[in-house]
Structures are given as C-alpha cells and as structure tokens.
C-alpha cells in the first residue's frame, strides 16, 4: 500500500524537477526531511535499498533544482542511490512496488522514464557514458549540460578511471560528482571547506585563472611557475591534485547534507568551461540512526518497522549456497594454508564475512574491479598458491578476457566460486546470471559444475580445488533442495551425471538447482531424470545411454537457451551422430525482468507444471 502524499506538504509540491525548481530555496532544507522520511517509510513497507538513498537525498534535491532536466543529463552510477531521484521525477505514488514483479525497476532504467538517461545496475559506468553525452552536447550546441553522479566505491572501478583519462584530455564541458560516503563529515569539511567551494567555484577565481593562463601563455617558465604556485595553494585545502592532473578543475570536498551549500556550489559549477569534478561527502543511511551506525545491514533491507530501529531476522532454514560456499571456504583454508580467497567487493554477499575475519592474511578485497581480481589470481596461481575468486556470475561477464587470456591459456589452478548463477529475483535484468554457462563453456581448459544442490555444491568446490588447472562451480541465490551437508569433502568423478530417476520414453537432462523441479515434472510424465553435474567435460556416455534408451529428451537449465548447457547436449548427439527430439528448457533470449525467482519460474514455465506443460506439447504425450 502506497503512502498518502498528502502527508508530505512539501513533497506533494515537487513530485517533477519543473515543480521543484518553483519553490524557493529556503524550502529545499524542510523538502529534504519529507523526501528521506518518505523513504524510509516507502523502503520498510516494501523492501529494497535504503541506506545509499537515505544518504543522496539533499544532492539529489540540489542537482534537479539546479539542473534543466531533463534537457541536461544527469547520469547516476550503480543507481542503489537513486530512490530519492525516482521520488522527484514522477514515480513517489509507485515507490512501493520497486523491485517487485511489474513495479518500478529497481535502478535507473531508460524505459520507465525520460529523466533516466542511462539503464544501470553495474559499477563505473557513469563518467564514460556521461562523457559521450558532454560530447553529443557539445555537437547540438543547445547547452546541454551533462553531469554524472559516482561514489567513491564505483570510483575504484578502472573503467571509471579511463573515462576520467579521456574526460580530461578532450576537455569537453561536464561535472562529475564524487559522492563520498566512505568516512563521515570531519571538520575539514565545514564552514570553512564550503566556503572555499564557494571561491573557487565562482565566477571571479574561475575569470582570474583562464585570464592568467592566456596572460602567461607566451612566457613557459612563469606559466609553469604559476601553475605549480596555483596548486599549492589549493593543496592546501582541497586533496584534488590527482583529478588536476587528469586533466579536471576540482572543487570541495563540501558536506553533501547541506542543500543550500550544494545548490550555490552546482549554480556556481553548472556554467564553468570543461571538466570539473565537485567532491561531495555524505553519510550513508543519513537521517535514520540504525542505517547510519550499520549502512551495510541496511543497504538492501526485508520489510521491517522503522520504529524498532532493527532488522527482522530471518527465520531458521536452509543454509544458503551463500553460506555453503563461506563454511567450506573456512574449512578448506584450515586444511590448506596455500589457499587465497579473493572478492570484488562482495565479501557480505559472497558469504566471506567468516573467513575475512579467522584468515585475514589469506583473503583479499580487490574492490570493484573484476578484470583486476582475475589477473590477481593469476599471480597467486603462477607463485603456487591456490586462488578461489569468489564473483557473481553478472560480475563475472565483465572479467571474461582475463578468465581466457590470464587463466585458460596458462592452464592455471584457480577456482571461481560463481554465485547468483540464474535468475536472482528482485534486481532484474542487470543482474540477472544469464549467461556464465555460455560464455564460460567455450574455454578451453575449464571444467565447469553445476550442483544440484548444497551438499553437492560443498563437494564441487572441493573437487574444484584439488584441480591442477581452472574450475568454476557455479550456484544460485538463496537456498536449494533440503539435504544432509556432509562435513567430509569427497572429490566427485569428472564429467560423470548420476542417475536420479528411472522413467520411460523421456529423459530430463537437468543441470543445476532446477532438480526439484525435474523431478516433480517426472512423477507425471514417468520420466527419466539425470542430474548432469558437469557441463564441461560433458558425460557424453550418459548422453548417449539416455538418447538411446527414450524417445525424446529435455534439458533444463537456469541460463541463456542459446549457447548453454542444452547446446552442450546437441553437440554432444551430434558429434556422436545420434538424431533424437531435444526440448531446451531454460531461459528466453530477452533480458529477464525482475521478480521472485519463484514467480519468474513460473511465467518462464521452467517450475513442474510448466516442464509438463512445454514436454506434451513438444511431444504430443
């Protein structure tokens, strides 16, 4: 149930930029308080990320008042702090559905309005799309501004930094914001830091430096001089210098809580000539007490009663893979101390919080950087050590190079634990684990699993890692079947399926954590079910035995159709020239929208009911 407007006097006001841009400046400070208490009402009435919007809300406020949108552009990155942008431009009235089956997505997404200029989920993007649209800008030449939003997390992206490389070399006109959450507003950042974003971003200094530069353009040496002095001073109140050697004029750090501040900052910056960068500090979970003492508990939160200032726990269950994944990781490090685990920046999401803590020296953070996680694993294996590279399949999509050039080709023996393998629910289409099983079968030299469920993903990652040469297991979000975990780890046989269930004339090839379902299609359709296990090396003998043992075969499995495991089964009859009717059951070739891995198994008919269904009209049985 949505929230009544008329509870937010001022909010009712400024539901579009064009609205908000009517009031008066003195309105955006009490604004500000409605937009973050409607937020945090929204958010725990229905789920969803909190704590980065709670902390964006005055820098959303001032950019929207200060910016034309949206005839300027305003590029937000990952997006997880753009719920306080969705409120302002048309969509607080379905806040409440976000994240949900035909809701609001749970990002920036270009299809649901026109002030989303960029479709987002993933890190770092921000400054290179921002750019070429500073540049398409610079070509119409309406003055079109552009400016783009990137927190200090993103910012350890290297993409972002290559943007940032060529954003300074071509010198077109665009703001980029660093949103600074890391650490809280200390006293540098004060009266004192604003004041000088003030100066330096005005209209006298700014007139004074470009004046300067063409005064002392035809004398190098006292330009050169000039220069040094003029960073010098402004090292001294702003740590700006590695963005003025790329190439950028930089401004703050300023308190991002400060609506008034930021919005005379943004007046001042929206017309300066090329690129600027305005480094803003925020907290994370601002203005809600729990989220600000525990942003990372609250980042991503259930339903709850903001009133209990805590979160519901979880009621006892199935463990996750997940956590599967963060036990045997501790296990296996207490046994072998050559063992390294790395992460992206995902050890609470990657089950990892364990192990960081009871085997710091063997677990490394490589921050969002996929491409550098990879490589650095690289250097583990060449030096002896065993590297598990714990990723997420989406994340994973962007690493596909090294895995081939920095892995593959030197045949080296590190694991990628690949979670969120398949549909992962509320976050949609950018998250989606679509396509790890088709990219990654076409390497040579990988062995790649896929368990049934946790025992059998506890067993893999073992077999995974007693390889002398590249493995991944990969394993979806949440929970699977209900099965003993064995605390003993056993190596499984490579490339060997196991028989679940003897039927007739049909045979489902299942790959992955979709046996339940295999097996509840089964009991109607008397069918025969193999757990396949590997996708890579494929057991071809099995293939064959079901081919010619049934009438007709099923693969399912919970990745892209085109390219995946099923494709594997075809090349399989075909390279051992056996003809027999194949039904692929996976997943369509469109992006998959969000909803409960549940609901989108049913829409996508790969629950029983829907193996049944597709299987009779496939086979007329």
Known sequence: MSQALSDYPLLSQALMPDQLRQLPQEQLTPLADEVRQFLLQSVSRSSGHLASGLGTVELTLA????????????VWDVGHQAYPHKILTGRADRLHTIRQKDGLHPFPWRGESEFDTLSVGHSSTSISAALGMAIAADKEGQGRRVAAVIGDGALTGGMAFEALNHAGDIHKDMLVIINDNEMSISENVGALNNHMARILSGSLYTSIRESGKKVLGAMPPIKELARRAEEHLKGMVVPGTLFEELGFNYIG???????????????NMRNLKGPQILHVMTKKGKGYQPAEEDPIGYHGVPKFDPAEWKLPKSAPGRPTFSKVFGDWLCDMAAQDPKLVAITP????????????QRFP????????????AVTLATGFACEGLKPVVAIYSTFLQRAFDQVIHDIAIMDLPVLFAIDRGGLVGADGQTHQGAFDLSFLRIIPNLTIMAPADANECRQMLYTGHQLNGPAAVRYPRGNGMEVEIEKAMTSLPIGKAQLRRQGQRIAILNFGTLLPYALEAAEQLDATVVNMRFIKPLDDEMVKQMAESHDHLITLEENAIMGGAGSAVLESLAKQGLCKPVLQLGLPDRFVEQGTQQEMHTVLELDGPGIVKRAKAAFDC
């Open 63 to 74: 950019l929207h008042y200060v910016y034309n949108t949206p005839f300027d552009r305003l």
């Open 253 to 267: 750090p300023i308190d991002g809580h400060d609506v008034n501040g930021l919005v005379d900052t943004l007046r």
């Open 345 to 356: 920046a995902m050890r609470e999401g990657s089950g990892m919080v364990e192990f960081s």
């Open 361 to 372: 020296d063997q677990y490394y953070d490589a921050a969002i950087a996929e491409q550098h």
